[in-house]
């Protein structure tokens, strides 16, 4: 969450700083500033938008200098002002800072500083580190050291503090350098020719580098024009290792799509290719990947899998749950990383763990994965964003290769996911009980699945028809069975993240249970009616809400002639395996959420509230 830039070099800072916020606003868009450090040191700030605040700012008093830091925040402490806008400067007013991340003890830091007299400005932690650094730099003032002074100041105020963070730090007695630090808050260096950039995200750095470092846990990096330096705030020896960025960037534009939700949408069929490529072995009749780390043996011997996960991730996770248990006969845990990293659950020692992640960076999942290793279980990593923390950290990994995924909403990483889980449990059942006729007709029907989603896309305007009908709906149901109760959920969290509709997923036969009485006449239930082993209870499920008159689109699939009679609305997708369908169907959900928020005149890639990457617990 919240985004950093910085630059030293050669060029105007503000231009670079602007286009690298622009390009990481998608991680938090409630305002955004920037300081750059010239003749003397500027700051503009401005909640809101990029292009509705501060660009407006910089273009009406251009700040000069050819160093200087940005930001674009998601507000943790305070609401998102002017005043709470990142960069903070210390006391002094020479030193600023931006910050991803939260300081846990900030309010014990900051009754410290008041009463030593400092005065704060903002309600944010950010301001209080700043302060931290400036009270550190004024007490070593004159005192030699091997560090850089700002830099020791930076790496005193941070060995006081208890959380989470990424910065960057200019201080006007020092043109032309940057300091930064992390800890559990990613961070990237940018390596140029005269210059050097550094970013919380590589989206930021590719229109100027490809030559990046990653920066650890506790890493602390000094930046000037010609040079980088890494030192390691507890005073270990830093491991150094330059990176080739790859990154398609007119991946990262929208095109003609007025969206890039959509655009990802409509990507669908490409990203399950990209996901399935060289990694199906027809003569095995098994899936093969290159980073997992594990032999065959080692893979043999697992007899459980816990997955860790958030949001849409969670979904593949629970939908992987199901794949798993179906083609591989292993029990399987699927844990939210917020709850598993403090519970004390027994797990044992034969148990592999899957952190799913499309961003890398996600604090609860990261977390999750360190106390798994911490107890000694072997953890890979199904992760989109290549050199990303969690799939740096864990033990191998399977890479999405989804391309970047712009929209705050998650949709092609999350079959992406799906198809990747798929493979994992096929390779996994074919060293167990899988036969291989059946591990052969579902990696056929796997590969037909691309054609397929195309087929579904097709369905964009009967999609977009009713959304029109429903899109003033206050409340939504989402139902599905066995594989598609995780794309039922889904559905239900696309809707409410982006158009703000109170929505809800359920197993289609719980609704009796309890949640059935919110239905009636306003409440439309999606309903996935899958021609499958379970049709007729669905259908009898769905019954069960026409005869409560609640509003029914009911997708299913094609051939089917009952559900025109029962449903308000009708979908019919293709047929495919029973375990491979939630691939299809979660398309026109995605769509209808779409097409719903258009409609109420949501902002659809940046929703109010949400970030693209989750990095505060
Ligand atoms: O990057 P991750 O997959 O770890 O992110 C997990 C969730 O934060 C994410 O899926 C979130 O729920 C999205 N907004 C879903 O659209």
């Given at each position: 969450m919240?985004?950093i830039?910085?630059y030293?070099g050669?060029?105007?800072?503000?231009?670079?700083?602007?286009?690298?916020?622009?390009?990481l606003?998608?991680?938090?868009?409630?305002?955004?500033?920037?300081a750059?450090l010239?003749?003397?040191?500027?700051?503009?700030k401005?909640?809101?938008?990029?292009?509705?605040?501060?660009?407006?700012?910089?273009q009406?008093?251009?700040?000069?200098g050819?160093?200087?830091?940005?930001?674009?925040?998601w507000?943790?402490?305070?609401?998102?002002t002017?005043?709470?806008?990142?960069?903070?400067t210390?006391?002094?007013?020479?030193?600023v800072?931006?910050?991803?991340g939260?300081?846990?003890n900030?309010?014990?830091?900051?009754?410290?500083?008041?009463?030593a007299?400092?005065?704060?400005?903002?309600?944010?932690?950010t301001?209080?580190?700043?302060?931290?650094?400036?009270?550190?730099?004024?007490?070593?003032?004159?005192?030699?050291?091997?560090?850089?002074p700002?830099?020791?100041?930076?790496?005193?105020?941070?060995?006081e503090?208890?959380?989470?963070?990424?910065?960057?730090?200019?201080?006007?007695?020092?043109p032309?350098?940057?300091v930064?630090?992390?800890?559990?808050?990613?961070?990237i260096v940018?390596?140029?020719?005269?210059?050097?950039?550094?970013?919380?995200?590589?989206?930021?750095?590719?229109?100027?580098?490809?030559?990046?470092?990653?920066?650890?846990?506790?890493?602390?990096?000094?930046?000037?024009?010609?040079?980088?330096?890494?030192?390691?705030?507890?005073?270990?020896?830093?491991?150094?290792?330059?990176?080739?960025?790859?990154?398609?960037?007119?991946?990262?534009?929208?095109g003609?799509?007025p969206?890039?939700m959509?655009?990802?949408i409509?990507?669908?069929?490409?990203?399950?290719?990209?996901?399935?490529r060289g990694?199906?072995?027809?003569?095995e009749?098994t899936?093969?990947f290159?980073?997992?780390?594990?032999?065959?043996?080692?893979?043999?011997?697992?007899?459980?899998?816990?997955?860790?996960?958030?949001?849409?991730?969670?979904?593949?996770?629970?939908?992987?749950?199901?794949?798993?248990?179906e083609?591989?006969?292993?029990?399987?845990?699927?844990?939210?990383a917020?709850?598993?990293?403090y519970?004390?659950?027994?797990?044992?020692?034969?148990?592999?763990?899957?952190?799913?992640?499309?961003?890398?960076?996600?604090?609860?999942t990261?977390?999750?994965?360190?106390?798994?290793?911490?107890?000694?279980?072997?953890?890979?990593?199904?992760?989109?964003?290549v050199?990303?923390?969690?799939a740096r950290?864990?033990d191998?990994?399977?890479?999405?290769?989804?391309?970047?995924?712009?929209g705050?909403?998650?949709?092609?990483?999350?079959?992406?996911?799906?198809?990747?889980?798929?493979?994992?449990?096929v390779?996994?059942?074919?060293?167990?009980?899988l036969?291989?006729?059946?591990?052969?007709?579902l990696?056929?029907?796997?590969?037909?699945?691309?054609?397929?989603m195309?087929?579904?896309?097709?369905l964009?305007?009967?999609?977009?028809?009713?959304?029109h009908?429903?899109?003033?709906?206050?409340?939504?149901?989402?139902?599905?069975?066995?594989?598609?109760?995780?794309?039922a959920?889904?559905?239900a969290?696309?809707?409410?993240?982006?158009?703000?509709?109170?929505?809800?997923g359920?197993?289609?036969a719980?609704?009796?249970?309890?949640?059935i009485?919110?239905?009636?006449?306003?409440?439309?239930?999606v309903?996935?009616?899958?021609?499958?082993s379970l049709?007729?209870?669905?259908?009898?499920?769905?019954?069960?809400?026409k005869?409560?008159?609640?509003?029914i689109?009911?997708?299913?699939t094609e051939?089917?002639?009952?559900?025109?009679?029962?449903?308000?609305?009708v979908?019919?997708?293709p047929?495919?395996?029973?375990?491979?369908?939630?691939?299809?169907?979660?398309?026109?959900?995605?769509?209808?959420?779409?097409?719903?928020?258009?409609?109420?005149?949501?902002?659809v890639?940046?929703?109010?509230?949400?970030?693209?990457?989750v990095?505060?617990?």
């Amino acid at each position: 969450m919240c985004g950093i830039i910085g630059y030293v070099g050669f060029k105007e800072a503000a231009p670079v700083l602007l286009d690298g916020l622009r390009r990481l606003e998608y991680r938090g868009y409630d305002s955004a500033g920037l300081a750059v450090l010239g003749e003397q040191l500027e700051i503009r700030k401005k909640a809101g938008k990029i292009d509705e605040g501060l660009a407006r700012l910089v273009q009406t008093a251009p700040p000069q200098g050819s160093n200087g830091i940005g930001h674009t925040r998601w507000a943790t402490h305070g609401p998102p002002t002017d005043a709470n806008s990142h960069p903070h400067t210390d006391a002094s007013g020479r030193i600023v800072v931006v910050h991803n991340g939260v300081i846990e003890n900030y309010a014990l830091l900051k009754n410290r500083l008041q009463l030593a007299g400092h005065k704060f400005l903002s309600e944010t932690d950010t301001e209080v580190l700043a302060h931290l650094i400036g009270w550190h730099y004024q007490a070593r003032r004159g005192s030699s050291g091997d560090l850089h002074p700002l830099a020791q100041a930076v790496a005193d105020a941070l060995r006081e503090v208890i959380g989470t963070y990424g910065i960057a730090v200019l201080c006007a007695d020092h043109p032309g350098l940057i300091v930064g630090a992390r800890r559990g808050s990613p961070l990237i260096v940018g390596l140029g020719q005269g210059e050097h950039f550094l970013a919380s995200d590589s989206a930021a750095l590719v229109a100027h580098t490809r030559d990046v470092i990653y920066l650890q846990d506790h890493d602390l990096v000094l930046l000037t024009p010609q040079r980088h330096e890494v030192h390691r705030l507890q005073g270990e020896a830093s491991r150094v290792e330059i990176s080739r960025l790859e990154f398609d960037t007119a991946a990262a534009e929208r095109g003609a799509f007025p969206h890039f939700m959509l655009k990802e949408i409509f990507e669908q069929p490409q990203t399950v290719r990209n996901a399935l490529r060289g990694r199906l072995d027809p003569e095995e009749a098994t899936a093969r990947f290159g980073g997992l780390n594990l032999s065959p043996g080692e893979l043999r011997e697992f007899d459980q899998v816990v997955m860790l996960a958030c949001g849409t991730s969670w979904h593949a996770a629970l939908l992987g749950e199901y794949l798993m248990e179906e083609l591989a006969h292993l029990p399987v845990e699927v844990e939210y990383a917020s709850e598993f990293r403090y519970r004390n659950a027994p797990i044992n020692k034969h148990t592999l763990v899957l952190a799913i992640t499309q961003s890398g960076e996600t604090a609860d999942t990261l977390a999750g994965l360190r106390e798994a290793r911490r107890r000694g279980h072997k953890v890979l990593s199904i992760c989109n964003v290549v050199g990303s923390t969690i799939a740096r950290e864990a033990d191998g990994g399977i890479y999405l290769h989804a391309g970047p995924e712009i929209g705050v909403a998650a949709t092609k990483t999350f079959t992406a996911q799906v198809t990747v889980l798929t493979l994992l449990a096929v390779l996994l059942g074919r060293m167990r009980m899988l036969g291989a006729a059946h591990a052969r007709r579902l990696l056929a029907a796997l590969e037909a699945i691309p054609a397929q989603m195309q087929t579904v896309l097709q369905l964009r305007e009967q999609v977009r028809r009713i959304a029109h009908r429903f899109a003033q709906a206050e409340d939504f149901f989402f139902l599905g069975r066995q594989f598609n109760f995780p794309v039922a959920l889904e559905g239900a969290l696309k809707l409410k993240e982006i158009s703000y509709i109170h929505a809800e997923g359920y197993p289609a036969a719980e609704m009796k249970h309890g949640p059935i009485a919110m239905i009636d006449e306003r409440t439309p239930t999606v309903i996935l009616a899958p021609h499958d082993s379970l049709y007729e209870k669905t259908v009898a499920n769905l019954e069960e809400i026409k005869a409560r008159r609640g509003p029914i689109i009911a997708i299913g699939t094609e051939g089917d002639t009952t559900l025109a009679q029962k449903a308000d609305e009708v979908l019919l997708l293709p047929r495919a395996p029973e375990c491979l369908w939630p691939l299809l169907a979660v398309l026109p959900l995605q769509l209808l959420a779409y097409d719903i928020a258009v409609a109420r005149g949501c902002d659809v890639d940046k929703p109010r509230n949400l970030a693209k990457s989750v990095t505060v617990e």
